[in-house]
């Protein structure tokens, strides 16, 4: 698969700080890179994504645990991208990882 871009973010206790990282030379096309933004307004207008807290309360119920008990794994998707959430709990780190591969890469 191809990675696009992926996005690293942190709480802070008030609010979520997002960093972009592309995954290839050439930029996403506008129309997949709007759905990438969608998706992370979505995402972060969801209860579950309010705080740390919260997030952490919505791994423990829905998320996929991984070795590390304080790391989990949600998957999604939308028309042109996979999207692998990896989602960290533990606080003063950051918190999570929003990579988006290209469907027609797979």
Same mark, same amino acid.
């Given at each position: +698969?191809?990675?696009?871009?992926?996005?690293?973010?942190?709480?802070?206790?008030?609010?979520?700080?997002?960093?972009?990282?592309?995954?290839?030379?050439?930029?996403?096309?506008?129309?997949?890179?709007?759905? +990438?933004?969608?998706? +992370?307004?979505?995402?972060?207008?969801?209860?579950?994504?309010?705080?740390?807290?919260?997030?952490?309360?919505?791994?423990?119920?829905?998320?996929?645990?991984?070795?590390?008990?304080?790391?989990?794994?949600?998957?999604?998707?939308?028309?042109?991208?996979?999207?692998?959430?990896?989602?960290?709990?533990?606080?003063?780190?950051?918190?999570?990882?929003?990579?988006?591969?290209?469907?027609?890469?797979?």
């Amino acid at each position: +698969m191809s990675l696009i871009a992926y996005s690293r973010s942190d709480y802070d206790g008030y609010k979520w700080w997002t960093t972009w990282f592309p995954g290839q030379e050439e930029k996403a096309p506008p129309e997949v890179a709007s759905e +990438m933004d969608r998706f +992370m307004d979505a995402l972060f207008a969801l209860p579950e994504f309010k705080t740390l807290r919260s997030m952490r309360r919505a791994c423990k119920l829905y998320a996929e645990p991984t070795k590390e008990n304080t790391e989990y794994n949600l998957y999604s998707e939308t028309e042109h991208l996979y999207i692998w959430l990896r989602l960290i709990t533990r606080e003063r780190d950051y918190n999570l990882y929003v990579y988006f591969y290209d469907k027609d890469a797979a």
